[in-house]
T-cell receptor
Framework: DVKVTQSSRYLVKRTGEKVFLECVQD?????MFWYRQDPGLGLRLIYF???????EKGDIPEGYSVSREKKERFSLILESASTNQTSMYLC????????????FGAGSRLTVL | AQSVTQLGSHVSVSEGALVLLRCNYS??????LFWYVQYPNQGLQLLLK??????LVKGINGFEAEFKKSETSFHLTKPSAHMSDAAEYFC????????????FGSGTRLLVRP
């Protein structure tokens, strides 16, 4: 089975801190994604990457950046965390032409105080 | 532009009753449609997908969905609910020109009463 591992399940940070959320997949998938999940809003795409060092903005990229230096790892960075970034963050991966079939990690719940 | 609407943020059924979760989509091109399920404290997993083959799609755990172009719908059903079906369900849409980008609905939480 494809595994997508998010290293931190729960984080508590203070306003203004720099936050790194790490995601690793083990099945050589080309595409990787970061979503944000909020009650009543479903999942919203923050950034995605279809190749190493490639990235594209999703629907809500403001306040976030990403890094993909290796194929298996996709990091989400909050340069200066704010309280409105308190949320569940989900990483996912898919094959090159995956037709929307994504494999998700278990999520990272971030609380910004 | 694509979008997905899920009617009902919460649906409650009795164990053994029919499950019906509603999803309507809008897409300017032939869509791909998906249902994902999220169990408590887990990520999402694929239940089933429609990619322009058979309009009635069978998924895991006894779920199925029917693509109805005339109604722009892709409702999820299961004949008999189990307690283990309690979860949040997400409908999603993509299309050929952006096959790696999914647009998700807001989700429906299914509660199963004993």
């Amino acid at each position: 089975d494809v595994k997508v591992t998010q290293s931190s399940r729960y984080l508590v940070k203070r306003t203004g801190e720099k936050v790194f959320l790490e995601c690793v997949q083990d099945m050589d998938h080309e595409n990787m994604f970061w979503y944000r999940q909020d009650p009543g809003l479903g999942l919203r795409l923050i950034y995605f990457s279809y190749d190493v060092k490639m990235k594209e903005k999703g629907d809500i990229p403001e306040g976030y950046s990403v890094s993909r230096e290796k194929k298996e790892r996709f990091s989400l960075i909050l340069e200066s965390a704010s309280t409105n970034q308190t949320s569940m963050y989900l990483c996912a991966s898919s094959l090159g032409v995956g037709l929307g079939v994504l494999t998700f990690g278990a999520g990272s719940r971030l609380t910004v105080l | 532009a694509q979008s997905v609407t899920q009617l009902g943020s919460h649906v409650s059924v009795s164990e053994g009753a029919l499950v019906l979760l509603r999803c309507n989509y809008s897409s300017s091109v032939p869509p791909y449609l998906f249902w994902y399920v999220q169990y408590p404290n887990q990520g999402l997993q694929l239940l089933l997908k429609y990619t322009s083959a058979a309009t009635l799609v069978k998924g895991i755990n006894g779920f199925e969905a029917e693509f109805k172009k005339s109604e722009t719908s892709f409702h999820l059903t299961k004949p008999s609910a189990h307690m283990s079906d309690a979860a949040e369900y997400f409908c999603a849409v993509s299309h050929r020109d952006s096959s790696y980008k999914l647009i998700f609905g807001s989700g429906t939480r299914l509660l199963v009463r004993p």
